[in-house]
């Protein structure tokens, strides 16, 4: 079983940029495939980006390609998420979630583990 923290979120203007880290302990996250979620007020939790375990694959959402970039920290057992050129409607909660299987999808009932999340919020 693997545990996860979020950090790295905040207040940010439209156009700057924040890393987002997801913190993993009791396994390391290089076992899991790992995902970022968000939700807004009032909508559903939505996918973003995900990596493969091997980190071989990513995949994300189109409303934040080329925006958005997943990657893991290697020994510090780390995911990140570095998001540039935000907008006003990246404004959400962010969940890192995880999977034992190599790929997690796009979709959260893929994933096992969610963290608390972490708030982003972009003004205009």
């Known amino acids: 079983q693997v545990q996860l923290v979020e950090s790295g979120g905040g207040l940010v203007q439209a156009g700057g940029s924040l890393r987002l880290s997801c913190a993993a302990s009791?396994?390391?996250?290089?076992?899991?495939?790992m995902g970022w979620f968000r939700q807004a007020p009032g909508k559903e939790r939505e996918f973003v980006a995900t990596?493969?375990?091997?980190?071989?694959?990513?995949v994300y959402t189109d409303s934040v390609k080329g925006r958005f970039t997943i990657s893991r920290g290697g020994a510090k057992n780390t995911v990140y998420l570095q998001m540039n050129s935000l907008k006003p409607e990246d404004t959400a909660v962010y969940y890192c979630?995880?999977?034992?299987?190599?790929?997690?999808?796009?979709?959260?009932?893929?994933?096992?583990?969610w963290g608390q999340g972490t708030q982003v919020t972009v003004s205009s």
């Open positions: 009791g396994r390391t996250v290089s076992s899991y495939a």
């Open positions: 990596i493969s375990r091997s980190a071989g694959s990513t």
């Open positions: 979630a995880a999977t034992g299987e190599w790929y997690g999808g796009t979709y959260a009932s893929g994933y096992d583990y």
